[in-house]
């Protein structure tokens, strides 16, 4: 009974990591919707820097989306641990290009700290958190936050 | 006789009557200098605050009659910190891992964990420096840990800690450029920094548990 109460008063949820340079970072679960080897990539003429182009996932348009110049990080050629991770995001499907996908973690509500609120607001948007997993810290992306209401209508365009 | 006795009276009260006039004259073109300068040589009256009733001076509430401070070096640059605010101080060395926030300003170095807590580090020489920043070094880097909102500010090596009377400071009186210098200290001609001051206002909010993701 008591556990029962625990749990609902500190959620468990579960994280996707993925690494960026040398941090790691976390996404939900509950957003991702695959994760890709990095094909062909279809570059989209007057798109935005950090839009890398368009794939086709199974008949459908995707736009993927450099996630290191989405960061502010220095951009860099995708390798074999590269991946795209299919995410939706408020009902828009959409890829983001990482450096490599690590492994789901679960993680307690409690646990989690809020980011610091230093710098633009921009930034502090989509960071939902820090934590601290395996010694080291991992990043919390809050995808519903991930693109501005500009980006979305930008994005719609393709 | 009695002429020349009058002509001296005479000439007596006109001499008391134009030493009074001129007197008035001075008194009312330059105030009243003799208070002034009793006030200001009257060693055994606080004269300190009676000066600061028009602009009073902005002495931090960390400052007691007796505080000590930690001496720390900025590139060539040496400050002070009063160590009422630090709570600890950590050599940051390649076993402090730091995690770096994507969009942050330069001087917020990023996160690193501390005997279990997640401190947010903060580069002093580019806090002070502004427009100049100054480095704090590769070598020999240390943090020091405030007591409030986890913060650590980064600097190089530690001169010395030294016990101050609130007199050895000349305090800032107008801090409303450079908050973070609350005055400087008279002996050795540096700087002692108001550490929470150094924080950027408004967006150092502290780091709390999140209750829900």
Same mark, same amino acid.
Request: charged share 25%; glycine share 8%.
């Given at each position: 009974?008591?556990?029962?109460?625990?749990?609902?008063?500190?959620?468990?949820?579960?994280?996707?990591?993925? +690494?960026?340079?040398?941090?790691?970072?976390?996404?939900?679960?509950?957003?991702?919707?695959?994760?890709?080897?990095?094909?062909?990539?279809?570059?989209?003429?007057?798109?935005?820097?950090?839009?890398?182009?368009?794939?086709?996932?199974?008949?459908?348009?995707?736009?993927?989306?450099?996630? +290191?110049?989405?960061?502010?990080?220095?951009?860099?050629?995708?390798?074999?641990?590269? +991946?795209?991770?299919?995410?939706?995001?408020?009902?828009?499907?959409?890829?983001?290009?990482?450096?490599?996908?690590?492994?789901?973690?679960?993680?307690?509500?409690?646990?989690?700290?809020?980011?610091?609120?230093?710098?633009?607001?921009?930034?502090?948007?989509?960071?939902?958190?820090?934590?601290?997993?395996?010694?080291?810290?991992?990043?919390?992306?809050?995808?519903?936050?991930?693109?501005?209401?500009?980006?979305?209508?930008?994005?719609?365009?393709? | 006789?009695?002429?020349?006795?009058?002509?001296?009276?005479?000439?007596?009260?006109?001499?008391?009557?134009?030493?009074?006039?001129?007197?008035?004259? $001075?008194?009312?073109?330059?105030?009243?200098?003799?208070?002034?300068? %009793?006030?200001?040589?009257?060693?055994?009256?606080?004269?300190?605050?009676?000066?600061?009733?028009?602009?009073?001076?902005?002495?931090?509430?960390?400052?007691?009659?007796?505080?000590?401070?930690?001496?720390?070096?900025?590139?060539? $640059?040496?400050?002070?910190?009063?160590?009422?605010?630090?709570?600890? &101080?950590?050599?940051?060395?390649?076993?402090?891992?730091?995690?770096?926030?994507?969009?942050?300003?330069?001087?917020?170095?990023?996160?690193?964990?501390?005997?279990?807590?997640? &401190?947010?580090?903060?580069?002093?020489?580019?806090? &002070?420096?502004?427009?100049?920043?100054?480095?704090?070094?590769?070598?020999?880097?240390?943090?020091?840990?405030?007591?409030?909102? =986890?913060?650590?500010?980064?600097?190089?090596? &530690?001169?010395?800690?030294?016990?101050?009377?609130?007199?050895?400071?000349?305090? =800032?009186?107008?801090?409303?450029?450079?908050?973070?210098?609350?005055? %400087?200290?008279?002996? =050795?001609?540096?700087? $002692?920094?108001?550490?929470?001051?150094?924080?950027?206002?408004?967006?150092?909010?502290?780091? =709390?548990?999140?209750?829900?993701?």
């Amino acid at each position: 009974m008591s556990e029962a109460l625990a749990k609902r008063s500190d959620p468990v949820n579960q994280w996707v990591t993925f +690494r960026l340079g040398e941090e790691t970072y976390g996404i939900n679960v509950m957003q991702v919707q695959e994760v890709l080897r990095v094909t062909e990539i279809a570059p989209v003429p007057g798109a935005p820097d950090y839009v890398v182009g368009i794939i086709n996932l199974r008949g459908n348009v995707v736009t993927v989306i450099d996630t +290191r110049r989405r960061f502010g990080l220095f951009p860099k050629e995708p390798d074999d641990a590269s +991946r795209i991770v299919i995410i939706e995001a408020e009902d828009q499907v959409i890829g983001i290009l990482v450096d490599s996908v690590a492994e789901v973690v679960e993680l307690r509500a409690s646990e989690i700290e809020s980011a610091p609120s230093v710098g633009n607001e921009e930034s502090a948007r989509y960071i939902q958190g820090v934590t601290s997993h395996n010694g080291e810290l991992l990043i919390l992306v809050d995808l519903n936050q991930f693109l501005n209401d500009e980006d979305k209508a930008e994005l719609d365009l393709f | 006789m009695k002429t020349a006795s009058l002509g001296q009276i005479t000439n007596g009260w006109q001499e008391q009557v134009l030493v009074l006039y001129l007197r008035n004259l $001075l008194n009312q073109a330059y105030g009243q200098p003799e208070v002034l300068f %009793t006030e200001r040589t009257d060693s055994n009256s606080i004269t300190a605050p009676q000066l600061g009733q028009s602009a009073p001076p902005a002495v931090p509430d960390w400052v007691q009659s007796e505080f000590q401070v930690v001496y720390f070096r900025i590139g060539h $640059l040496v400050l002070a910190a009063p160590l009422s605010e630090v709570r600890r &101080i950590e050599r940051l060395d390649d076993s402090m891992r730091v995690t770096v926030l994507p969009g942050k300003p330069d001087w917020f170095q990023g996160l690193t964990k501390c005997q279990g807590e997640i &401190i947010q580090l903060a580069d002093t020489g580019l806090l &002070i420096g502004g427009k100049r920043p100054m480095s704090a070094g590769d070598s020999c880097r240390h943090v020091l840990l405030l007591n409030k909102g =986890r913060w650590g500010l980064v600097c190089g090596e &530690i001169v010395d800690m030294v016990r101050l009377r609130r007199s050895d400071v000349r305090w =800032r009186v107008n801090r409303s450029q450079r908050a973070w210098a609350a005055g %400087t200290i008279i002996d =050795r001609l540096c700087v $002692l920094v108001d550490p929470h001051c150094l924080i950027p206002v408004g967006r150092s909010k502290d780091m =709390r548990v999140l209750r829900k993701c």
